[in-house]
């Protein structure tokens, strides 16, 4: 029995756009969704507290690699598993630390077992394989675990992809192999293939006959132009199989999560809004806010004048200002608050203009007031 339920209650008549429920261990949540991401079992300035009250989150992230690194498994292990750990009674989705861990290009070495790589935080040597990562995960006790994939860069020439692809799909496979939890926890398989459609199409064809509770859509998003994206999103998603979850992977501008969810993605992660949260950025229903530019010093208007969040509920412009010019942990904390919910605020209007049959008419009015270009 798998550990996940994917239900579709209603498609877009006029695009991609799905509407539905998936079920996990930790409760169920509505689809399409934006997780949140706790990199190292915290979502960076909020408190489990904030993230159900004043966020909305029902599933957030976990990373394996930094995870792994630190505290370690045994400290997690001991605790009872990560949910305990950070006193977390919702979801969990942990990456298989495959893009930390090739994102480190000298510090690492591939091979047909795994990736020998040194730890960004002391050189130390580590190796990762992909039983090494479920093994990891299982440990964590997330509800959805990655299988171990080679994120291929961009550019990269055909050649490379081919041979990348190849190596995923048979770690994919050792992945499944090592997957014991299959009531407790779910496994996606990842869909590579670079920039190249047909052999994105060669990726789901193999990782569709391994069989996986759900599919994501890795290797996007990692400096493409946008144009490219959604075309590879638009020449992949069909061939995903509608009875599971579909997962677009380290996605979280506005533009990108209506995108996602025209084309049929159910999931999307990013780290963009706590970032840019910390920086003194926020999302608004009119653009982007640097909250630090002079013309806010003397504003006393709520940050976004259509959001009823903490944030705008209770602080001003000029308040917000003052906070993030001196440093106060107070406004990268508010900042945050707010460009989270604003995305989980967006993802609940997504998925009522696709109950409606009008994400294509919601896509157009959003980009007219936030100032996109399609």
Same mark, same amino acid.
């Given at each position: 029995m798998s550990a996940i339920k994917y239900e579709l209650i209603h498609k877009d008549k006029n695009s991609g756009a799905r509407y539905g429920k998936i079920t996990l261990p930790h409760g169920e949540f509505e689809t399409p969704v934006f997780m949140p991401v706790g990199t190292l079992g915290t979502v960076k300035a909020m408190t489990?507290?904030?993230l159900e009250e004043l966020v909305q989150a029902n599933i957030i992230l976990g990373n394996t690699y930094h995870l792994y690194l630190?505290?370690?498994?045994?400290?997690?292990?001991?605790?009872?598993g990560l949910h305990k750990f950070m006193n977390w009674k919702h979801n969990i989705l942990t990456d298989s630390g495959g893009f930390q861990v090739f994102s480190l290009n000298a510090l690492r070495k591939i091979t047909e077992e795994g990736v020998e790589f040194r730890s960004h935080l002391n050189g130390e040597k580590?190796?990762?394989?992909?039983?090494?990562? +479920?093994? +990891?995960?299982?440990?964590?006790?997330?509800?959805?675990?990655?299988?171990?994939?080679?994120?291929?860069?961009?550019?990269?020439?055909?050649?490379?992809v081919e041979k990348s692809v190849k190596l995923t799909t048979r770690w994919a496979k050792r992945c499944r192999e090592a997957h014991t939890n299959r009531e407790t926890q779910a496994l996606f398989g990842i869909v590579q293939g670079g920039m190249y459609n047909d052999l994105r199409a060669e990726s789901v064809k193999e990782l569709t006959e391994i069989g996986f509770d759900g599919y994501a859509i890795g290797g996007l998003s990692v400096g493409e132009p946008k144009e490219t994206m959604l075309e590879v999103l638009e020449a992949t998603m069909p061939l995903l199989p509608e009875d599971k979850a579909r997962y677009l992977m380290g996605v979280g501008s506005p533009d990108y999560?209506?995108?996602?969810?025209?084309?049929? +993605?159910?999931?999307?992660?990013?780290?963009?809004?706590?970032?840019?949260?910390?920086?003194?950025?926020?999302?608004?229903?009119?653009?982007?806010? +640097?909250?630090?530019?002079?013309?806010?010093?003397?504003?006393?208007?709520?940050?976004?004048p259509e959001c009823e969040c903490y944030t705008c509920r209770n602080y001003s412009r000029s308040y917000l200002r003052h906070l993030i010019k001196c440093g106060e942990i107070l406004g990268a904390r508010l900042m945050t608050i707010h460009n989270l919910r604003f995305l989980t605020k967006l993802m609940e209007d997504i998925r009522e203009a696709i109950k409606q049959d009008r994400l294509l008419e919601f896509r157009d009015e959003f980009y007219k007031k936030y100032g996109y270009k399609k």
């Open positions: 489990v507290e904030e630190r505290p370690g498994m045994e400290v997690i292990k001991a605790a009872g580590h190796f990762l394989s992909p039983e090494k990562a +479920i093994e +990891i995960q299982q440990t964590l006790g997330s509800d959805i675990m990655m299988c171990f994939d080679e994120c291929a860069p961009y550019p990269a020439d055909r050649k490379y999560l209506i995108e996602a969810a025209l084309s049929g +993605i159910d999931m999307c992660d990013c780290v963009l809004p706590t970032r840019m949260g910390r920086n003194g950025t926020a999302m608004t229903s009119r653009g982007r806010v +640097i909250i630090k530019n002079k013309k806010y010093e003397m504003d006393f208007e709520k940050l976004d």
